[in-house]
């Protein structure tokens, strides 16, 4: 049962053009989410990260919105750049649950020079 | 070294045997986790070190499965008796403080098993 869903397993998107990136949750004790990037052959790398306090967190080109009441968030990337392209996982903490994060299966990002 | 280091990169074992497979922190870093990654997933939390113990093991699978951080640095994860079904990429990961957020992933052990 995957507490963590992420239902677009990949996504193309024109350079210069919005990426947008889904995510569901169904445990709502969830209050703390995360979104890594990977590389093929590389470890998963921090990206951005967002408390459950808020409902949008920006950095640069990427901003995470959260929609408590329908379990969701989502990704958007503007612009994109090929420099983009790779395996974006959402991932989610709850206080209780330690250090124990789960994540979700990951969506493919192909961004087209 | 400036990174997280796992060894080795990939490992190929058969069926039934004993295997280690090593983690060398960031220097400093007193938080260590091991996640697993199978195809088409994403991680799956296993254990988490905060100093030499093992702070939460809630995550391995069954009693197969071990890992030892003796000295609060270098950490290794012991898997007996492999089946097929451990295969997978086995990623490590530290930080100075706890959360996810500051961690900083190794590029995974590929597991294979024979």
């Known amino acids: 049962d995957q507490q963590v869903k992420q239902n677009s397993p990949s996504l193309s998107v024109q350079e210069g053009r919005i990426s947008i990136l889904n995510c569901d949750y169904t445990?709502?004790?969830?209050?703390?989410f995360l979104w890594y990037k990977k590389y093929p052959a590389e470890g998963p790398t921090f990206l951005i990260s967002i408390s459950s306090i808020k409902d949008k967190n920006e950095d640069g080109r990427f901003t995470v919105f959260l929609n408590k009441s329908a379990k969701h968030l989502s990704l958007h990337i503007v612009p994109s750049q090929p420099g983009d392209s790779a395996v974006y996982f959402c991932?989610?903490?709850?206080?209780?649950?330690?250090?124990?994060?789960?994540f979700g299966p990951g969506t493919r990002l192909s961004v087209l020079p | 070294g400036a990174g997280v280091s796992q060894t080795p990169s990939n490992k190929v074992t058969e069926k039934g045997k004993y295997v280690e497979l090593r983690c060398d922190p960031i220097s400093g870093h007193t938080a260590l986790y091991w996640y697993r990654q199978s195809l088409g997933q994403g991680p799956e939390f296993l254990i988490y070190?905060?100093?030499?113990?093992?702070?939460?093991d809630s995550g391995l699978p069954n009693d197969r499965f071990f890992a030892v951080r003796p000295e609060g640095s270098v950490s290794t994860l012991k898997i007996q008796r492999t089946e097929r079904g451990d295969s997978a990429v086995y990623l490590c990961?530290?930080?100075?403080?706890?959360?996810?957020?500051?961690?900083?992933f190794g590029s995974g052990t590929r597991l294979t098993v024979v």
């Open positions: 991932a989610a903490s709850a206080k209780g649950y330690g250090q124990n994060f789960v």
């Open positions: 990961a530290s930080s100075l403080t706890p959360g996810l957020e500051g961690y900083t």
């Open positions: 070190f905060q100093g030499t113990g093992a702070a939460d």
């Open positions: 445990n709502s004790m969830f209050d703390y």
